[in-house]
């Protein structure tokens, strides 16, 4: 019989419905009912994408004997991280601070009041590697809690006080000036790894963030070691193991330094950061390379993760059948010579396992390898490769695929507009800008309740019932922003302005100018989440510090100007740290210090020529976080646009930053070299 997962929205929440564990969502009735049997919570979170999570679901979760004890002596909870990031975020605070360390399948136990008092990760089925069954440390909870109660509360009631006590060190509220900026360039160059890209060992995760920092530190700068960085790092992960060879598209992270074995999970937030950071790298270098993985991630996102609705899907599984009915990771996309062999003919075989370094003793297991692009110096025909590619990706597509996570998280998918709304303007693929555009309906239409506040996640057209986080509010508005410059279209504009009011009124403290993960007006947990790090995806402080500067740059709102440098502060603070954990922080502390640059293109309509040919160069200009409104002199739909007349009759740009205007131009070389482009 299935639980009350049946009815959720999550995908991760579905694969569990049908546990025999009587799972509740997260809701106050599960501790309602934990108080009156008078037992535990058992909180369990995880995610559709990840594989632990499905190991310990079928090792203990489906086991009948292990649902049964759960059953009878806990109130058990699932929540999909993805879903409700608070509540993760919280939790996830406790256990790396008992425990030093944290990850997914998360496992909490606590009172009925949601104070935890012991925490771990994967508890595996039998003992081993020194860990305890699960099993076991079920039966060692419930022991303490009705032999030992009162040292169990006092050991919950202790944690949650430390928590709710921890105040962030959050440095001042000035902007990180050219010092800070500086020191920070310093830190990730003794971090940067030159012989593979990236930085730090194993596992490498792609610094999306960081490239971002680096290429408008060069361009602001002229800094060539910062631009070396970026460069490098994008072709290494472009030519390893974790850029899909056949497909396009992302990995989450590389188990390995040399970006060969992935952890095969496609994240889109991962996708839209790296298919942006592409884009820009092609902006300032002309990089063909750079250009040829813009399009090809956008083209995944939209090919393999855009939903019904217009949408994008969250996740592709790292896991898929591997032919016999096993679950097995990356079994999609790992090819042997034998495969190769079997798709192609010998000769044709032996050419892929050169192109793509395929070996028969394999470079993943059980004598498979992960598709690269090695480094050397051999020429390869360029139309034979793209004829086995084209083999390869059909002859993969009879494979099983991974499963996909459906439900639309409104942040990501503010990440993918920008992304898209981009990619599609400078390479002159419509197409994508329209995908961008019509992923930003569905989220105004769907996800928007009247008074603007939005709502964290939807499935199949069907709204979810968590409230956005200020990662929700910030992301988005920043995709709206983005397509405002792209199309023109000064909509997108308000409505990113509806979404930083709701930061400023909602998520702010009016004090400290510090911010808060979740609005004033949200469930209340045993401690107000607020981290500023950026982590997988930039933090909601950093993206609400972007998305207010922006706004305030195309508005001239010096609240939100305000509130967009008090929020820099924690930059200052960690920047020159711990740069790599604060990268998009770094970037938009850039564009402060650039102005940024606000451009208005004015025309005697959005498709003529010479007023497509300036809009165009301004967005490839490569000013740290230029704000662009394009329109006619009697547009009323951007600020920017406001007493902007046409030149001699000519469409003409006008270039402002910090005050000061240069005189307008209607020569598309001069606004190139105002723009850095």
């Known amino acids: 019989m299935p639980n009350r997962l049946a009815q959720a929205t999550s995908p991760y929440l579905l694969q569990h419905a049908d546990n025999p564990v009587d799972w509740w969502p997260w809701e106050q009735g ?3 009912e934990a108080r009156r049997r008078d037992v535990p919570v058992f909180l369990s979170v995880g995610y559709s994408a990840c594989h632990w999570c499905h190991v310990m679901a ?17 109130v058990n909870v699932k929540v999909d991280r993805e879903e409700r990031p608070d509540v993760d975020a919280v939790y996830m605070e406790a256990v790396q601070a008992a425990t030093g360390q944290g990850g997914w399948p998360m496992s909490v136990f606590m009172t009925p009041d949601g104070e935890p008092f012991y925490f771990g ?4 089925p039998e003992p081993r590697h020194g860990m305890p069954s699960f099993r076991q440390l079920l039966q060692g909870v419930h022991q303490a809690w009705v032999e030992r109660r009162d040292e169990v509360t006092d050991v919950a009631g202790k944690i949650a006080r430390d928590l709710a ?8 509220d000035r902007v990180p000036g050219e010092q800070e900026l500086a020191q920070a360039l310093l830190g990730l160059t003794r971090e940067y790894d030159p012989q593979r890209g990236g930085f730090g060992g194993a596992p490498k995760f792609p610094p999306s963030m960081v490239i971002e920092f680096l290429l408008r530190h060069h361009a602001r700068t002229g800094a060539e070691g910062a631009l070396q960085m970026a460069a490098d790092t994008c072709e290494r992960m472009a030519r390893g193991g ?4 056949l497909g396009g598209g992302f990995a989450r992270y590389s188990v390995d330094r040399d970006w060969v074995v992935p952890h095969f999970e496609k994240m889109l937030y991962d996708n839209a950061l790296l298919c942006r950071v592409y884009a820009h790298l092609w902006r300032a270098t002309g990089s063909e390379l750079a250009r040829r993985v813009a399009l090809e991630t956008a083209d995944f996102m939209v090919r393999e993760l855009r939903t019904p609705e217009g949408g994008f899907a969250s996740a592709l599984d790292a896991d898929s059948d591997d032919g016999t009915g096993r679950h097995v990771e990356g079994a999609y996309y790992v090819w042997t010579p034998a495969q190769l062999r079997e798709v192609l003919g010998e000769d044709d075989a032996e050419l892929a396992a050169r192109y793509f370094g395929v070996t028969e003793e394999g470079t993943f297991e059980e004598g498979a390898s992960v598709l690269q692009l090695p480094q050397r110096d051999e020429v390869f025909d360029a139309e034979r490769i793209d004829g086995i590619r084209e083999r390869l990706l059909a002859a993969r597509a009879s494979r099983p695929a991974p499963g996909r996570d459906d439900k639309v998280v409104a942040a990501w998918n503010g990440l993918a507009i920008a992304a898209l709304a981009e990619t599609g303007a400078y390479f002159g693929r419509p197409d994508l800008t329209e995908a961008a555009v019509a992923a930003g309906d569905l ?5 928007f309740d009247e008074k603007a506040r939005i709502a964290r996640t939807s499935k199949d057209g069907h709204v979810g019932a968590n409230a956005g986080v200020l990662e929700d509010y910030a992301d988005v508005a920043e995709g709206f922003l983005a397509l405002a410059s792209v199309t023109g279209d000064g909509a997108w504009l308000k409505f990113a302005g509806l979404l930083v009011d709701h930061i400023l009124e909602r998520f702010t403290d009016e004090a400290s100018g510090a911010l808060y993960d979740t609005a004033s007006d949200a469930e209340r947990l045993i401690r107000r989440p607020q981290d500023p790090t950026d982590n997988a995806a930039p933090s909601g402080w950093t ?3 972007g998305a207010l500067l922006s706004y305030a740059a195309h508005t001239g709102s010096e609240r939100h100007r ?17 740069p790599r954990f604060i990268g998009w922080g770094l970037a938009v502390a850039e564009a402060a210090l650039d102005g940024p640059r606000e451009v208005a293109v004015v025309g005697p309509a959005l498709d003529d020529p010479a007023t497509t040919a300036l809009h165009r160069t301004a967005l490839l200009g490569t000013a740290p976080g230029a704000v662009i409104a394009v329109g006619t002199p009697e547009s009323d739909e951007f600020p920017l646009l406001a007493d902007r007349p046409l030149v001699g009759g000519e469409p003409a740009a006008y270039v402002c930053r910090n005050f000061t205007c240069d005189a307008p131009t209607t020569d598309p070389d001069r606004l190139r070299t105002a723009l850095g482009g």
């Open 543 to 545: 993206a609400a510090a």
């Open 562 to 578: 305000t509130a967009a440098e008090r929020a820099l502060g924690v930059v200052k603070a960690l920047g020159p740290r711990v």
């Open 165 to 172: 006590e921890r105040e962030l060190s959050y440095g001042d």
């Open 58 to 74: 079928h090792e203990s979760f489906e086991d009948q004997a292990t649902a049964d004890y759960l059953n009878e002596h806990f």
């Open 242 to 245: 974790i850029y899909d060879q």
């Open 30 to 32: 599960a501790f309602e």
């Open 121 to 124: 990760t994967y508890f595996p």
């Open 443 to 447: 989220l105004v239409r769907l996800h």
